[in-house]
């Protein structure tokens, strides 16, 4: 059964880091681009960052260029996203998503895990 699983998630001040993991189990990750998303309460799921497969090509939104780094340890089947600077803008939940490429769009993804709460606030 393909699974992943969020963690990392928390409460920190304005300025502070966090750092999420999204491990998988049952498939191997090294052949699917991997997306981080979040959503805030009232508000659509937006694509936060994305990082193909092999050649590890990575993107991100505007809002967090310079704040946030995307990567993957495959030989721990897990991608990592370090986030550094957080704001209260990018409270939400943060899910990450399997696709076979990096995509902005939500509903292209189909393998999700959960999610984990990041509330950034003083």
């Known amino acids: 059964q393909l699974r992943l699983v969020e963690s990392g998630g928390g409460l920190v001040q304005p300025g502070g880091s966090l750092r999420l993991s999204c491990a998988a189990s049952?498939?191997?990750?090294?052949?699917?681009?991997i997306g981080w998303f979040r959503q805030a309460p009232g508000k659509e799921r937006e694509g936060v960052s994305c990082i193909s497969s092999s050649a590890g090509s990575t993107t991100y939104a505007d809002s967090v260029k310079g704040r946030i780094t995307i990567s993957r340890d495959d030989a721990k089947n897990t991608v990592y996203l370090q986030m550094n600077s957080l704001k209260p803008e990018d409270t939400g939940v943060y899910y990450c998503a399997a696709n076979d490429h990096c995509s902005t769009y939500p509903f292209t993804f189909a393998s999700w895990g959960q999610g984990t709460q990041v509330t950034v606030s003083s």
């Open positions: 049952g498939f191997t990750l090294d052949r699917f681009a």
